[in-house]
């Protein structure tokens, strides 16, 4: 199994396409969140009124502007709505703060900071990502694949730039996923949870070499967009219930426009208008 980190990447071409892992390429992010992320936390911070908090974790994750969100805030967001509505949880200070704080979230990181400074809700939030981490490696493969289209387009793209995989998922998951389904193989370069967020890692490809228009971001939620627009590059949205069409679309018609310096203003506008609308 290859991984491909961004500290061995080198810049091959003029152009490069980053493209987002759960909802966006792989069309696994229902799945992990209504039977892994959600099901897990209420579980291990003794939620009782499962069924609103669920339906909040949904919500929060799926169907809302943070679809996508990193799996530490939505668990803040999570648990602070289920304060809100009685839920005895605990103290989740620490939590909150090292989400609000810290550089990176992510295991690791996690991992070092209860050695320095343990505490009950950091200890449990270790638990269920882990617990998270061993579902999906466990039981979810043979249920992960990616959307129709994506491979040939994935094939297609990797022909004329390079390729990153950017996303808040672990690492070891997405090269599970892309290597099972044969599109690790296309990847030039992959940053997951472990990097940072998706804003650093469009900026690490921009200290790498290109130009802010020659780097073009494809994602399924806002948090994708505002880390392609704070970085000032360019963005290409998959709909959610569209992905298939969506795909198809990115490979016969915007990345000749992405090619030929016609991408950004009203075409790219026009795309974002109907991802917000979607």
């Known amino acids: 199994m290859t991984t491909k980190k961004p500290e061995y ?59 996508g969100i990193n799996r530490f805030k939505a668990l ?15 103290d989740i200070s620490a939590l909150r703060n090292w989400t609000d704080t810290a550089s990176s979230l992510s295991n690791g990181s996690l991992e070092l900071l209860i050695q320095e400074a343990p505490s009950s809700d950091l200890v449990k939030t270790f638990d269920w990502s882990k617990q998270v981490n061993h579902g999906i490696e466990t039981e979810l493969a043979g249920e992960d694949n990616p959307f129709t289209g994506v491979k040939e387009s994935l094939e297609y793209i990797a022909r004329l730039t390079d390729l990153a995989i ?69 963005y290409y949205p998959i709909l959610f219930g569209k992905e298939e069409e969506c795909w198809k679309r990115l490979r016969d018609e915007a990345m000749s426009k992405f090619m030929s310096g016609e991408y950004r203003g009203e075409y790219q506008n026009h795309l974002k208008k109907n991802f917000m609308t979607c």
């Open 9 to 67: 990447f080198k810049k091959k071409n003029n152009f490069i396409v980053g493209v987002d892992s759960d909802g966006c390429a792989m069309d696994t992010m229902d799945i992990k969140h209504e039977r892994f992320f959600g099901p897990i936390s209420a579980d291990v911070f003794n939620v009782k009124d499962r069924e609103v908090y669920l339906e909040d974790w949904n919500k929060i994750n799926l169907f809302s502007n943070t679809r």
């Open 76 to 90: 803040v967001m999570a648990l602070q709505n289920a304060q809100g509505r009685g839920e005895n949880i605990g």
């Open 166 to 234: 950017i996303s808040s998922a672990n690492s070891e998951a997405i090269n599970s996923e892309w290597n099972r389904h044969e599109l690790m193989p296309l990847v030039d370069v992959t940053y997951g949870q472990e990097t940072g967020s998706k804003a650093e890692a469009i900026s690490d490809l921009i200290k790498k070499g290109y130009d802010r228009d020659c780097i073009l971001m494809v994602g399924d939620a806002p948090g994708d967009e505002i880390a392609a627009e704070v970085n000032d590059v360019l």
